[in-house]
């Protein structure tokens, strides 16, 4: 309804209310999973809220603003759940880690190109963290830093766990 008549909703999610300016509503590629795009007003950011995970919502008097135009068009034809559209990583991937990644498939990011062992692919860190964890030493992080340092802390913690 919100969407049909362009009115922002007011959900709670995480136990937060926001008001949200909602854009689309998408399923995941490979999921089954409900999402909304849409541009939340607390965070002052692009979000996709899952649906299954709205505790309330509300339809709002006010109409929805519409913040970007050309990147909303984009999402819609390059969703995810993640927003990895115009996000890149590069990674360095062995033989091991090609076949697992073939297998993987929920969650994968977008491979953009391929240059022997060395990868870019449309990913944000969020969608790093959740989706590279499983590869252990099949894929080293090369970019962006703060990334590469995220895995060598948390696999440095992960490390002493076990010694």
């Not at 709002?60 to 603003?65: A, N, P």
């Not at 991937?93 to 190109?113: A, D, T």
């Amino acid at each position: 309804l919100a969407l049909k008549e362009n009115k922002k909703v007011n959900i709670k999610y995480s136990g937060e209310i926001r008001t949200i300016n909602p854009y689309l509503l998408k399923v995941a590629s490979g999921e089954d999973r409900s999402y909304i795009f849409s541009y939340c007003e607390k965070n002052e950011d692009y979000r996709n809220y899952r649906v299954a995970n709205i505790e309330n919502i509300s339809l709002s008097k006010h109409d929805i603003e519409f913040k970007n135009l050309e990147y909303i068009s984009c999402i819609d034809k390059n969703f995810d759940p993640f927003l990895s559209f115009g996000k890149n990583i590069s990674i360095k991937i062995n033989q091991e880690g090609q076949k697992l990644f073939e297998r993987v498939i929920l969650n994968r990011p977008k491979v953009l190109e391929k240059n022997g062992d060395i990868w870019i692919l449309e990913c944000t860190n969020r969608l790093a963290k959740i989706y590279f964890p499983q590869f252990l030493s099949n894929v080293e992080i090369l970019e962006p830093l703060d990334l590469r340092e995220w895995f060598k802390k948390e696999l440095r913690k992960s490390l002493e766990r076990y010694l």
